[in-house]
């Protein structure tokens, strides 16, 4: 039987995003195929997913004060297939439409799994709330292949609840006594606690800000390209792309663009592929320079990366050990959890390389695959700094970029390609949009 697993603070935190922040994160994964993928393979790979850590809900511990867990649930969200065909007209739309219907925590619609004609093959998308995995935890879920090796525990007993409350009540002690002194001589950490716990302004009697759904733009380039120019400019393929979401936000504008802003860098803290967390993830603020988009030394943000990786870690999560956080009544955990992406003013997620079972999905090669993240039903401004998206994933030998943007600053969709295009040709990158006749060279973006 699998261990049982626990929520963590990025899980509840995200549990409770649709309350705090207005919207709910949502992960979104698209491939391309050039021929048509049989029904049959859609309901195989659909089957696969629901034995494995996609399809588990979220379960209250039997013991007061006690962790929820993660248990088995059946996921109600039917395959959805179309015989009408995608054309580039509509699949933007299409797509939309995939994160856009609710997949809200304590519904039996766990994840999303849907296909459409597009060309002469299939458009396949999988989309999944960001609180039941993370980006990376759905790499692993499709990989299992369905055998069960990712499928959650039945879920605890009263006994196994009160035991994992003690040991989180000695834990949170321990910790505690090792951390109370040196937060107290810290004058820095101290601030920084006690700014968390400042009640919040009430609230100002104007209408709040309604939602902004974000646009997008996918662009495909070579793998190679990116890391011989990430290193002609003294940087990495990931501080480039770090370099790139910047100066998409250096360019839209915003307010006083000379002010410094934060970048959001997801670090992964999974060990193994046994690691069944839901999110095991921090986002680390990297605060930029602002001004004009800078296309020069990269050996800046590269340093500047490096020594904020080096200080991440499982502590990064939140503001007090997290032993301790879970003790914590509700009002003051959920302030002393450090912010997470929908705080920064951009999140650049670097996926790394496609995972083989990620290529081959439904049994046949993909011929693309890109990453969304989307906020639904969108950013309120007024509660979430986030004003960009971006994910970077190579497979074969070509990259992926995605980039979403609130329409307030980066326009609509066409203004957003021309913008990320530009940027990316501003570094010598050859680039072409991800979607176009799948037999075919995709078409560059005008």
């Known amino acids: 039987m699998t261990a049982t697993v626990r929520l963590n603070p990025t899980d509840e935190m995200l549990h409770r995003a649709a309350d705090t922040l207005g919207s709910s994160r949502i992960v979104q994964v698209l491939w391309t195929f050039r021929d048509p993928v049989p029904v049959t393979a859609l309901n195989a790979a659909w089957d696969g997913l629901d034995q494995g850590w996609l399809s588990r809900r979220a379960r209250s511990s039997t013991v007061p004060g006690g962790r929820r867990s993660w248990v088995p649930a059946r996921n109600q969200e039917a395959l959805a297939t179309t015989s009408t065909p995608l054309t580039d007209a509509t699949l933007t739309d299409w797509i939309d439409i995939q994160v856009k219907a609710p997949l809200p925590p304590g519904s039996s619609a766990l994840w999303r799994l849907a296909a459409a004609p597009y060309g002469e093959g299939t458009l396949v998308s999988l989309t999944v709330p960001h609180f039941r995995c993370d980006g990376l ?182 503001l007090v050990p997290e032993p301790l956080w879970h003790l914590l009544p509700e009002r003051h955990a959920h302030r002393l959890k450090n912010p997470g992406a929908q705080q920064t003013t951009v999140v650049a997620s670097n996926f790394g390389r496609t995972p083989e079972a990620i290529a081959r999905f439904t049994g046949q090669e993909a011929a693309g695959i890109a990453v969304r993240t989307m906020n639904v039903p969108g950013v309120l401004p007024d509660r979430a700094r986030l004003r960009a998206s971006l994910c970077l994933l190579r497979t074969g030998d070509r990259l992926t970029v995605t980039v979403t943007g609130i329409p307030d600053r980066f326009g609509d969709a066409t203004s957003l390609r021309r913008l990320v295009g530009g940027e990316l040709e501003s570094w010598g990158l050859t680039v072409q949009r991800w979607w176009g006749d799948p037999t075919s060279p995709p078409v560059k973006e005008s």
């Open 137 to 318: 935890g759905i790499f692993r879920a499709i990989g299992s292949g369905g055998d069960g090796t990712h499928r959650p525990s039945a879920g605890p007993g009263p006994l196994d609840d009160l035991v994992d409350l003690a040991r989180q009540t000695l834990h949170g002690g321990l910790a505690a006594a090792r951390w109370l002194p040196a937060t107290l001589a810290d004058p820095d950490r101290l601030a920084r606690i006690r700014t968390a716990l400042r009640p919040p302004a009430p609230a100002r009697p104007e209408l709040p800000a309604a939602p902004r759904f974000f646009t997008s733009a996918i662009f495909e380039t070579d793998a190679a390209r990116w890391e011989q120019q990430a290193d002609a400019f003294g940087g990495t393929t990931n501080s480039l792309f770090v370099e790139i979401a910047a100066n998409l936000v250096r360019a839209a504008g915003e307010g006083d663009p000379s002010e410094p802003f934060d970048v959001g860098i997801p670090v992964s803290l999974r060990r193994s592929g046994q690691d069944a967390r839901a999110n095991a993830l921090v986002v680390m603020p990297l605060t930029v320079p602002g001004g004009p988009a800078r296309h020069r030394s990269l050996r800046r943000t590269r340093q500047a990366t490096k020594e904020l990786l080096r200080a991440t870690g499982e502590h990064s999560g939140t």
